[in-house]
């Protein structure tokens, strides 16, 4: 697939060819655990993830990968919008512990959970290209928190997709954050940091 440069065209075309590659490979979220070299992030110890919501990919079985490499040192943390403004806030997370809808309708953990901050985040992506250029909704969440979050704290950024999401470039602006990795349920893309 070629360059689009107008970002909202290419979310609309973007969205319909996720919902497809969702139809077509139900487990794609499996397989793209089974492709993540999990030894190399045996050094995460507070791993963000996200809530699937419609067509993205389920970041769960790649956080349980990385959870059970790291049983007892790791811990997981889900992102929360607090208005649809300022960055998102990640809360420390268990699969048992109820959540309940932030500001943007989203499931997230309580205000009683500890706020943390990730220094690995699993994002979701409308688009990637292996520059480690990311697509995202449009909202500007996860470039925010980004953002702030490596102001903080060396953090690494892991967008989850479906191979078919791949793009020539994804057209960036002055304010996009960059992915660090990509997996998808057929490869591991490491971005080169003379790419970025």
Not at 8 to 17: H, T, V, Y
Not at 20 to 43: G, Q, T, Y
Request: proline share 8%; hydrophobic share 40%.
């Amino acid at each position: 697939m070629t360059q689009v440069l107008d970002k909202k065209a290419l979310r609309i075309e973007m969205r319909a060819l996720r919902r497809h590659l969702a139809d077509e490979n139900p487990d794609a979220a499996i397989r793209a655990a089974r492709r993540l070299p999990v030894s190399r992030f045996s050094r995460f110890s507070l791993v963000g993830a996200y809530c699937a919501q419609g067509s993205e990919l389920d970041p769960g079985p790649i956080l349980q990968a990385i959870l059970e490499l790291n049983a007892g040192h790791a811990q997981a943390a889900l992102p929360v919008a607090l208005d649809k403004n300022s960055p998102l806030q990640f809360r420390l997370w268990r699969p048992d512990q109820p959540l309940e809808k932030d500001a943007c309708g989203i499931p997230s953990p309580p205000a009683s959970a500890p706020e943390v901050l990730p220094n690995l985040l699993i994002t979701p992506l409308l688009a990637f290209d292996r520059h480690g250029g990311r697509l995202g909704q449009g909202g500007g969440h996860y470039d925010r928190t980004l953002k702030a979050l490596r102001r903080q704290r060396p953090v690494f950024v892991l967008g989850v997709a479906f191979s078919g999401q791949e793009i020539d470039e994804v057209p960036t602006d002055a304010h996009d954050q960059r992915l660090d990795a990509i997996v998808t349920e057929t490869e591991f893309i490491e971005v080169a940091k003379e790419g970025r």
